[in-house]
């Protein structure tokens, strides 16, 4: 089984600064982890996958995230966040066989700020 | 790009009622699954699907769900006698092949209301 751990509920930003998002999971087989924004009174977006290979990947709107396995995490982070950025960050792992299913963490609200 | 749709995107409904919540996956997706957001909490894997036949469902998915690929296009969430802690957001997903590296595909969910 999986599991998945967002520290913080929430966090406060500036405009044009850097964020970092928490993300730590649990599982005793190997896994995929994802990383999908919810905007407000919209569905869940795919901003980034890890699957293997390279631990740092890029995703959309110039999100990042990488994959410590030592650490068991997979902190999203952004070098300069906009307005436009505010919503509700959703880190999620999957396992690597068959039919899976998706195991979310409780989420991360990034407010921006002017 | 190719989209999940739900309807309705607001249901409220009286407790004890039925709903069926509708979907529609991308056309060329084969798995498909449902998940639901509980106001302030985490999203839950519900059930998943695919070939006319659950896959997999997790506690949460009571004899009083149930899941339906009714014609080629619509997937469907019914919850037949609702309870006032089946007020929450349901999203739909699919993807287009098995595995845990496919990343799923949402829809904007709809919201269920019971009172």
């Known amino acids: 089984a999986q599991s998945v751990t967002q520290l913080d509920s929430q966090v406060p930003v500036f405009e044009e600064a850097p964020v970092e998002l928490r993300c730590n999971y649990s599982s005793s087989v190997s896994v995929y982890l994802f990383w999908y924004v919810q905007y407000p009174n919209q569905g869940l977006q795919l901003l980034l996958k890890?699957?293997?290979?390279?631990?740092l990947v890029k995703g959309i709107n110039g999100f990042e995230a990488e994959f410590n396995k030592s650490q068991t995490s997979f902190h999203l982070r952004k070098p300069s966040v906009h307005i436009s950025d505010t919503a509700e960050y959703f880190c999620?792992?999957?396992?690597?066989?068959?039919?899976?299913?998706?195991?979310f963490g409780t989420g991360t609200r990034l407010l921006v700020s002017p | 790009e190719p989209e999940v749709t739900q309807t309705p995107s607001h249901q409220v409904t009286q407790m004890g009622q039925e709903v069926i919540l509708r979907c529609v996956p991308i056309s060329n997706h084969l798995y498909f699954y449902w998940y639901r957001q509980i106001l302030g909490q985490k999203v839950e894997f519900l059930v998943s699907?695919?070939?006319?036949?659950?896959?997999?469902k997790s506690e949460i998915f009571d004899d009083q769900f149930s899941v339906e690929r009714p014609d080629g296009s619509n997937f469907t969430l019914k919850i037949r006698s609702t309870k006032l802690e089946d007020s929450a957001m349901y999203f739909c997903a699919s993807t287009e092949r098995l595995g845990g590296n496919q990343p799923q595909h949402f829809g904007d969910g709809t919201r269920l209301s019971i009172l």
């Open positions: 699907f695919y070939n006319n036949e659950i896959s997999e």
């Open positions: 890890y699957l293997s290979g390279s631990t």
């Open positions: 999620a792992v999957s396992g690597n066989t068959g039919f899976q299913k998706l195991v």
